[in-house]
Structure formats: structure tokens, C-alpha cells
T-cell receptor, first 114, second 113 residues
Framework: AQSVTQLGSHVSVSEGALVLLRCNYS??????LFWYVQYPNQGLQLLLK??????LVKGINGFEAEFKKSETSFHLTKPSAHMSDAAEYFC????????????FGTGTRLQVTL | NAGVMQNPRHLVRRRGQEARLRCSPM?????VYWYRQLPEEGLKFMVY????????ESGMPKERFSAEFPKEGPSILRIQQVVRGDSAAYFC???????????FGPGTRLTVL
């Protein structure tokens, strides 16, 4: 069975500082990997995804993530935080091949301070 | 292209009543997924449907919960005899099947009094 671990349920950074949100997965084979963002009382918006190819993936709003198979990680980064980045971030995995369910981590709430 | 639509956005029910949640997938999408988000928790998979078929219901509680995706019309998640523990946000997502990305709706927030 797949699982996702997000270290740190709450992360606080200053505006302009580096954002690093951690995600590790457990899967018998390398899965597809996703980061979603959720703003208060809203649905989930896809930030970026890794399926095949280049292991460094760039997404929307300046975020990027690197798939590291040896570390079973898919950490999310952004060089400079903005106040509008404050939200809940979810890492998710999915089996490759045919369509199937997503398995989510418990989420990391990002706070951005002045 | 309209996104995934869910209604109602907010639903209040008393214990013992029925709740019906609707999801209209994105145009051209024939795969629908339902997830539940309990307060302060991540999303948990409930059920995966294609038109007129349940593909995976491994996350669905055995009793009181059912889902359908008819040939015509939206997908419906039905909760019978609701209890306070059913209070949560229920999200629907859709995909084309050939694509790996699931697109999420805004969710239905169910409150059971």
C-alpha cells in the first residue's frame, strides 16, 4: 500500500525567505507524485506533478519540486515566499498506469510573516 | 471550460436525515472520484466511478454510504441516517482517464447537528 508522509504540520517563514515543504512516499514502485494547494474554504488546486522524465518539476506560482528516487522524496520549494502563499499544501501519490485514487499526506499549513 | 462543479456548497442536516451531494465533472471527463476531508486532516479516498460503474469503493464506509454516476447527470454521493461524525468536507475530482491529473471541485461542507 502507498503512503505519504509530510514532515511538519505547520511551517512559518518570513516574506522573501525560502519555502521548503517536505514529502516522503512509500511505494513498491515509483509512483506519480503531486502537490496541491488549498486556500481556506476552497477546493484543491494542482501546483505541479511528476510522472516521467525530468526529475525537477516546475509548477505554478514559482514553486518547484524534485523527485529523488533514492530518498523516496518529493520536496516542494520556492525561493522567495509571498504573503499570498499562505495556505495548506498537500502531497499526493498515485499508481502509474491506469487511472486510480490519490493517496494524500496530512498536509502542511504554511504561514508567511512580514 | 467549466471546472468541476459541486452542489450544494454547504449542507446542514440533523442526525438521522439523508444527505445528497452532487458532482458534475469537467466537460469530457468520464472518471469521478470522491474524497472526504475531516477537520484538520488530509483527504481520504472514498470511491472511484466511471459512467454507470463503480471501479473502486475501497474507501467507502460499508454502511449508510453509496455513490452513483449515471449515464446522464451528475455523480451523487448519498449518506443515509447521518451522524455527527459525518460532518466533513466532501470533495469530488474528475479526470479524463487517460490523463494522470485529477481536477477538484470546491467541495461540499456537510454539518450534522
Amino acid at each position: 500500500a502507498q503512503s505519504v508522509t509530510q514532515l511538519g504540520s505547520h511551517v512559518s517563514v518570513s516574506e522573501g525567505a525560502l519555502v521548503l515543504l517536505r514529502c516522503n512516499y512509500s511505494s513498491s514502485v515509483p509512483p506519480y507524485l503531486f502537490w496541491y494547494v488549498q486556500y481556506p474554504n476552497q477546493g484543491l488546486q494542482l501546483l505541479l506533478k511528476y510522472t516521467t522524465g525530468a526529475t525537477l518539476v516546475k509548477g505554478i506560482n514559482g514553486f518547484e519540486a524534485e523527485f529523488k528516487k533514492s530518498e523516496t522524496s518529493f520536496h516542494l520549494t520556492k525561493p522567495s515566499a509571498h504573503m499570498s502563499d499562505a495556505a495548506e499544501y498537500f502531497c499526493a501519490v498515485r499508481d502509474t498506469g491506469t487511472a486510480s485514487k490519490l493517496t494524500f499526506g496530512t498536509g502542511t499549513r504554511l504561514q508567511v510573516t512580514l | 471550460n467549466a471546472g468541476v462543479m459541486q452542489n450544494p456548497r454547504h449542507l446542514v442536516r440533523r442526525r438521522g436525515q439523508e444527505a445528497r451531494l452532487r458532482c458534475s465533472p469537467m466537460k469530457g471527463h468520464s472518471h469521478v472520484y470522491w474524497y472526504r476531508q475531516l477537520p484538520e486532516e488530509g483527504l481520504k479516498f472514498m470511491v472511484y466511478l466511471q459512467k454507470e460503474n463503480i471501479i473502486d469503493e475501497s474507501g467507502m464506509p460499508k454502511e449508510r454510504f453509496s455513490a452513483e454516476f449515471p449515464k446522464e447527470g451528475p455523480s451523487i454521493l448519498r449518506i443515509q441516517q447521518v451522524v455527527r461524525g459525518d460532518s466533513a468536507a466532501y470533495f469530488c475530482a474528475s479526470s479524463s482517464g487517460n490523463e494522470d491529473t485529477q481536477y477538484f471541485g470546491p467541495g461540499t461542507r456537510l454539518t450534522v447537528l
